[in-house]
């Protein structure tokens, strides 16, 4: 129970945040769904059928804009701790009787919502555009929960990179060199097959691959077979991003409180 209270008041304290930028809260809910429009619709006629499978790349798409959603929501994710660190209100916190785990919980829990969110409106926004998930109204919370795997993943990675950088400059270089090819090197917007065998291999190691093929079965063919599959290799990917993540929070608060 009171882990649980922490955790709230701490998600409420991120809300309440977001809350008080309204028209920026407003736009990054809808900007996902002005990709799916804009790129997917204009990539559409120029993509073979036959490569990506399917006549509608719009549907192909949408897992990708998804995934993108993700990447750059995890980067934001760790923002509001690179922050509390370097103004020190990081240090008050650890100086409170709270777990050291309810501000990563609290934070991740705020993020999923979010993410969460803003995948509903690209589903709805890919529904007025004629896709029909082959999974049926059950496929949508399947796809939520990939999602929050995905966002529990890419947040953890982004965490543990907050806390081992000295400065937020450090922490903008390295996202922002490292989070579109993270994005390309995936099955994002071209399958696996089209791919050259060095970029497919990396794509095989790369957490967004596994976490958009699911989402994309299923958009495309139901529940399949495949799925579980996919779904595993992601799990495997959250449970090491997660490890490491909290390995160097707990690194860094300790030093902090020594």
């Known amino acids: 129970m009171m882990v649980a209270q922490e955790v709230l008041a701490l998600s409420r304290r991120w809300l309440l945040v977001a809350l008080r930028e309204r028209l920026s809260l407003l736009f990054s809910v809808l900007q996902p769904a002005v990709w799916l429009v804009f790129f997917a619709g204009a990539l559409g006629g120029a993509v073979d059928p036959r490569v990506v499978g399917t006549g509608d790349y719009i549907a192909f798409a949408v897992p990708g804009v998804i995934a993108f959603t993700v990447v750059g929501n995890g980067v934001t994710a760790a923002m509001p701790l ?36 803003q995948t509903l409106v690209i589903l709805l926004v890919a529904l007025a555009l004629g896709v029909r998930p082959e999974s049926g109204p059950l496929g949508v919370p399947a796809i939520l929960a990939v999602t929050a795997l995905l966002t529990l993943a890419l947040t953890s990675a982004a965490m543990a990179l907050a806390c081992a950088v000295p400065s937020h400059g450090t922490f903008f270089a390295i996202t922002g060199f490292v989070s579109l090819p993270l994005l390309f090197m995936s099955n994002a917007f071209v399958p696996l097959s089209a791919m050259p065998a060095w970029m497919e291999a990396v794509a095989r190691v790369n957490p967004l691959t596994y976490a958009i093929e699911a ?19 992601l799990v495997v990917a959250c449970v090491l991003l997660l490890a490491v993540g909290a390995w160097q929070f707990a690194r860094q608060t300790s030093e902090r409180i020594a």
């Open 82 to 117: 690179l922050f509390d660190k370097e103004t020190g209100y990081l240090d008050k916190l650890l100086s409170m009787p709270i777990r050291r785990s309810s501000l990563i919980l609290s934070r991740f829990l705020f993020q999923t919502g979010m993410n969460a969110a």
């Open 215 to 233: 989402i994309r079965l299923l958009v495309l063919r139901g529940w399949s077979g495949d799925v579980p599959l996919s779904l595993a290799a």
